[in-house]
């Protein structure tokens, strides 16, 4: 698997732990968008695209997030502590959608992502820098 190409999307807010969205093209072929670039304790990381987990509500069914106190469909009281926890003991309040299964795979995604951002960091002092849109499409081919 080759990383074709990652575009980096800088976030302007310089007091956030979020620095950039990243879209990232495998093969040329295939794109994962929503990947994120969060300044952690020990430095910058990549953080896949998650999903915020949810569970149901045990009196009318309806979906809630793992946090919320109150049900969305019948706003009856939830239990607190729905969330479980990973082998660190964190709690997971999220899932990853796409994301690499081994460690190599994982450090030369990261490795490629974060070369990315510091060349685009790089780009944003410059004036008249315009940060890059990463909602337009790349589709080859017709769209019927
Ligand atoms: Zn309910």
Redesign the pocket.
Known sequence: MQISEVRVKMVANKDDRLKAFCSMTLDNSFVIRDIKIIEGAGGLFVAMPSRKMSDH??????K?HLRAKY??????V?PDGRARQDIKGRTKLHADIAHPINADCRRRIQDAIVAAYEAEAERAQQPGYEPLDLDIYDFEGDVD
Do not use: R, V
């Open positions: 509500c045990e009196k009318c069914g309806s809630n049900c969305n469909g019948c706003g009856g939830l």
